[in-house]
């Protein structure tokens, strides 16, 4: 409280002290609020004061003037918020001069520049807030709203003060006066120039106009220099429900259907609401309330359509009522929901069959036999292969009677009559063949017809017709659908047509080559007949034509022959362009093919520029235009030659070749599938220049002329290069190995590579090493001589992920910073395999000796192997006696299949037998094959020290002894001990008295002497 009333006092000083300083005009500017408390300034002096944050002490404020290196510190005048002052003259501050102001407050600091402006001078004041300041710096919405339908409004808030917001404050947004939604902002600090976004999310319950605001820290937590700007406010207005509507505009059953036939039951569906529908729904089809069939329909925007087709196959004559149903389920949401249903009845009536010639020989006497309604005549092919040659009448009193081919038909009549002749209405000719007895020369049935319609609302289709005077006459009749017949060789008046609204579709016309001709609006006898709102469309017309009558649409067919007429002028040729396939392939509906038209088509929509005869947009043929748009090469020894080519026709191509040439000569060819309208491709060439000199490159599409083209100009482009004799470097991988990786452990790639070419790398390049494609290591090379050669190693260690077979490919000068003779040669592949690491396997073979002597140093030699495949880092081995340890060797390594020994020093202190354990790997150190193998144990005897025993086994005396003589006495001794005697004497005695004694060396055990 204390706070703000020293902030009202301070008001009251600024106006009172400062404004009489100031004009009127920009005193009206300043904010309500100046707080300040110091003396009046003279006309010479500036004030440069403004907010000044706080942190907890009250802050100081440093201002430097960098123009005259003068320094001063500001007064501050507690309030809330704090307010700091600092009066200078004009000595020491003008216009143009840069200022620093330090401020401080706690433990935060705010340092920044500003450049004094004229009108700061000129007004007295120099107003820099060093505080707090929320803004709102954009809001975003919707540009329209609907009732009980979800928007975001994004609002971006931000602080354009110079001291970060250290604290979390609210952000509110309240439509007409009530909050609806509060969002805290509590991830400070929001520092300076830094923004942040908040969205609220409104569905509008009531139309009409509405107040939106937001307002950043209604509760004033954040103390700011101004928070004016902490409110966004607009109208806006709120439009009822925009919802769609969909209703059932077409429905479209036959008035008659027949017991196990199947109709396509066709209905329209259109979105008359004001809002698209984007979710699925059902439309489903009911006859006498049983389901016939169900679609879904995905989508629908306002005002389109979608045309659904649902197949029905009634078994049961009878009345059905036929009921479309859209969305059943009611998942759309509509305007309208009681028009989503529309019903129509329909009779299903047993039709009469008649089979020919199962039932009649004859299809005359099978017409006869027809009842007035509903008759189908299925006709089959004769017994004994022959034509049926007979005139046939559907008199008036008949309708609905069918006439349908079952397989291959021939009708024939060599008299003068028609060969049809239909009196009756509704009536059905399809699938025969039908002729006259013509064979050359005169017609038989000059001047008449195969089909001779006489009666309304009938149907000929998918009838071959052919070597007869006339084809399918409409005499006097409307309403009538000719369609997919084939009138061809041998027909003099293919079509003659006198009467109204009938369809003339998808026919092709072939008839007597050169001597043929059609007519509407007349027949051979009169050539004035009235035809009115007859439709021609998709017919290909190879003969003579002669149109008349009046108000007849003729758009969308082919007319061959150059020979046509138009008595009448009031036909109409062409509708207007509308999107969709023409009878050529173009993309848009309008008038005719003229085979005679020579117009072009600029913009290639399919419809010539300029007007032929009465048809505004006759239609041209689609052709593709091969072009060749550029050709590049590059200045290496083995040359790139790119080409480009693109369609810039009105039709897409089909296959064709793309050649290249060098000075006329063939240097390669590719083929191109297929180019689609607009479409291009390059086409890549390899060339390898023989010898320098200048060289002219020449692309061609369609070498072999596949492509029937627009222009068959254009399809060359030619590039003149000059080839120098230079001396390249080519670098290339001459090899890679090992082929075999072991997983989880480190390994030594090595990778040999060569420069083949004529010419020094003396700029570095890269050596990179991939694993199917993907960068594993790499090396950086400084320079690689002229046949020069360079070894390179990787060390690799494979993750514990990598098992398997793998392709390792080395790259060299990946990056391509080296211009070579061959740029193609740079990587070698080869297949590798990443295995688990071998193991060694370390057993002890042999421990010797097996006997000792008890209290003797004894030896005990241990042979250690390694059986695995790979080799043993160091390992302690180990010497137990009676599973006591006695000792404890470290051994360095042991190589894969190799072996050594290792001694132990032994005293035995007693006699006896012992059990020597040796075990290699006495800890457990190495991983191994196999840990079961490590030890091996044998017995050994302990005996006591071994000692001589001599003895005399025999003494030798002559048989006479003689005095006074030297006699020879021996003896055998022996030693039956277990050890050398060493030196001792034998000594020869008499009655106890020692005669004579010798030395003697040694008797080994077991031994006499």
């Known amino acids: 409280m204390v706070k703000y009333l020293k902030r009202l006092v301070a008001v009251l000083l600024i106006l009172l002290l400062i404004f009489p300083l100031v004009s009127a005009d920009l005193r009206k500017n300043f904010p309500d609020s100046l707080p300040l408390a110091v003396r009046s300034l003279s006309d010479t002096e500036t004030l440069v004061c403004g907010y000044l944050f706080y942190r907890g002490t009250t802050g100081s404020v440093e201002v430097t003037n960098f123009n005259n290196s003068l320094c001063w510190s500001a007064g501050v005048f507690e309030s809330t918020p704090d307010f700091y002052y600092l009066s200078l003259n004009r000595s020491e501050l003008q216009v143009g001069d840069t200022i620093q102001l330090c401020a401080a407050s706690g433990d935060k600091s705010v340092t920044f520049s500003h450049t004094v402006r004229e009108e700061e001078i000129e007004s007295h004041i120099l107003w820099l807030d060093v505080i707090e300041d929320l803004a709102i710096i954009d809001v975003m919405m919707p540009d329209r709203f609907v009732v009980r339908e979800s928007a975001a409004i994004s609002c971006t808030i931000g602080n354009i003060g110079r001291v970060s917001v250290e604290g979390p404050f609210n952000i509110t947004f309240s439509v007409d006066g009530d909050i609806l939604d509060v969002t805290v902002f509590s991830n400070p600090p929001l520092n300076s120039s830094e923004n942040s976004t908040v969205v609220f999310n409104w569905s509008p319950l009531e139309a009409g106009s509405h107040n939106l605001a ?7 937590l954040v103390v700011e220099g101004d928070s004016s700007n902490n409110v966004f406010a607009t109208d806006v207005e709120v439009v009822e429900t925009l919802i769609p509507d969909l209703v059932i505009a077409g429905f479209d059953v036959p008035p008659v259907l027949f017991p196990n036939s199947s109709v396509w039951i066709n209905l329209s569906i259109l979105n008359t609401g004001r809002k698209n529908v984007s979710a699925p729904f059902n439309l489903t089809l009911k006859a006498n309330g049983e389901l016939i069939g169900s679609e879904v329909i995905n989508e629908l925007p306002v005002g389109e359509f979608e045309n659904i087709s649902i197949l029905w196959s009634p078994v049961d004559a009878g009345s059905y009522a036929l009921i479309g149903t859209i969305d059943p389920e009611d998942i759309i949401e509509e305007c309208d929901e009681e028009n989503n249903e529309v019903e129509r009845t329909v009779n299903i009536i047993e039709m009469k069959v008649i089979r020919v010639p199962e039932d009649y020989k004859s299809i005359q006497d099978a017409i006869d036999v027809s009842y007035p309604g509903w008759t189908e005549i299925i006709v089959s092919p004769r017994e004994d292969g022959k034509p049926y040659n007979e005139p046939l009448v559907i008199p008036e009193e008949l309708s609905h009677v069918s006439l349908i081919a079952n397989g291959t038909v021939v009708l024939r009549y060599d008299g003068q009559d028609d060969l049809i002749t239909v009196l009756g209405d509704n009536c059905t000719i399809q699938g025969f063949d039908m002729r006259d007895g013509w064979t050359g020369g005169t017609y038989s049935n000059y001047p008449n017809s195969v089909v001779r319609l006489c009666s309304d609302n009938n149907t000929i289709r998918d009838n071959y017709i052919y070597y007869t005077w006339g084809g399918i006459y409409i005499e006097d009749s409307s309403y009538n659908t000719i369609e997919n017949n084939t009138i061809g060789d041998g027909v003099k008046i293919p079509i003659a047509i006198w009467g109204n609204n009938s369809i003339i579709v998808n026919n092709t016309v072939t008839g007597e080559k050169d001597d043929a001709i059609s007519f509407l609006g007349a027949t051979h006898a009169d050539e004035d007949r009235p035809a009115y709102h007859n439709i021609l469309r998709r017919n290909v ?443 001792f004497n034998i000594s020869l005695c008499e009655n106890n008295t020692i005669l004579s004694t010798i030395r003697h060396d040694s008797i080994p055990p077991g031994t006499n002497e």
């Open 541 to 983: 017309f190879f003969e003579q034509i002669q149109l008349g009558g009046s108000d007849n649409l003729i758009y969308d067919n082919i007319f061959v022959s150059h020979w046509f007429k138009d008595d009448s002028k009031d036909n109409i040729y062409n509708i207007t362009k509308t999107r969709g396939e023409n009878i050529m392939g173009g993309p848009y509906l309008g008038g005719n093919y003229w085979a005679s038209y020579s117009g072009i088509d600029n913009d290639g929509d399919g419809i010539g520029d300029t007007p032929y005869l009465y048809d505004e947009l006759p239609l041209v043929q689609l052709k593709p235009d091969l072009l060749v748009t550029d050709v590049a090469c590059d200045n290496f020894s083995v040359r790139n030659v790119t080409a480009s080519v693109v369609n810039t026709g009105t039709a897409n191509a089909s296959i064709f070749n793309v050649s290249l040439k060098a000075n006329g000569r063939a240097i390669d060819e590719k083929c191109v599938d297929s180019l689609n309208l607009s479409e291009d491709t390059i086409v890549d060439f390899v060339w390898t220049p023989s010898r320098p000199g200048n060289y002219n490159l020449q692309v061609i599409a369609d070498t072999s002329g596949l492509v029937d083209e627009v222009n068959e100009t254009n399809n060359e482009k030619s590039l003149e290069v000059v080839v120098e004799e230079t001396l390249e470097p080519d670098l290339t991988p001459l090899s890679l190995s090992p082929l075999t990786f072991y997983r989880n452990h480190s390994n030594v790639v090595n990778v040999k590579i060569g420069n083949n070419g004529g010419g020094d790398a003396t700029q570095g390049f890269n050596l990179s090493l991939f694993l199917n494609d993907a960068f594993i290591a790499g090396k950086a090379i400084g320079s690689l001589n002229a046949s020069g050669v360079a070894d390179m190693k990787f060390n690799w260690t494979p993750e514990p992920e990598f098992f398997g077979n793998y392709i390792m490919r080395a790259w060299v000068d990946s990056d391509n910073q080296i211009i070579e003779s061959n740029e193609l040669n740079n990587n070698i592949t080869m297949d590798i395999s990443v295995v688990e690491l071998p193991k060694p396997d370390l057993l002890i073979s042999e421990i010797e000796p097996l006997q000792f002597v008890v209290n003797e140093n004894g030896t005990v030699r241990v042979t250690i192997n390694n059986s695995g495949f790979w080799g043993a880092e160091a390992f302690n081995v180990s010497m137990l006696v009676n599973d006591s340890l006695t000792g404890i060797v470290r051994m360095d390594a042991l190589a894969a299949e190799s072996g050594l020994t290792v001694e132990f020093g032994w005293t035995p202190t007693s006699t006896g037998r012992y059990n020597l354990t040796a075990r290699a790997d006495h800890d457990d150190s190495v991983d191994e094959l196999d840990e079961a193998n490590n030890n091996k144990t044998v017995e050994v005897s302990i005996t006591d020290a071994p000692m001589p025993d001599l003895t005399v086994n025999e003494i030798g005396v002559p048989d006479v002894i003689y005095l006074n003589t030297s006699n020879i006495i021996t003896a055998i001794v022996r030693n039956a001990g277990t050890n050398d005697t060493g030196t």
């Open 214 to 220: 937001v307002v950043i820290d209604p509760e004033e």
